[in-house]
């Protein structure tokens, strides 16, 4: 995995972490959630965040 791909991968992990709180918290659906994950998932292009996700 080159630099840029571990890069995108973080932010991907991070960003997911912090969506899955919020679920966790009440503050947004489980649809919600889905909708924001595959948001990310095309803004980043994880290569092991979208294989955990599912």
């Known amino acids: 995995m080159c630099k ?4 995108r991968e973080k932010i991907y992990q991070c960003t997911v972490s912090a ?3 919020w679920l966790d918290d ?3 659906t489980d649809d919600e959630f889905i909708d924001l ?9 994880p290569i ?4 955990c996700l599912t």
């Open 4 to 7: 840029e791909d571990f890069n």
């Open 37 to 45: 994950a595959r948001l990310f998932e095309e803004k980043y292009h």
């Open 19 to 21: 969506i899955r709180q």
């Open 48 to 51: 092991i965040g979208s294989i």
């Open 26 to 28: 009440g503050i947004i």
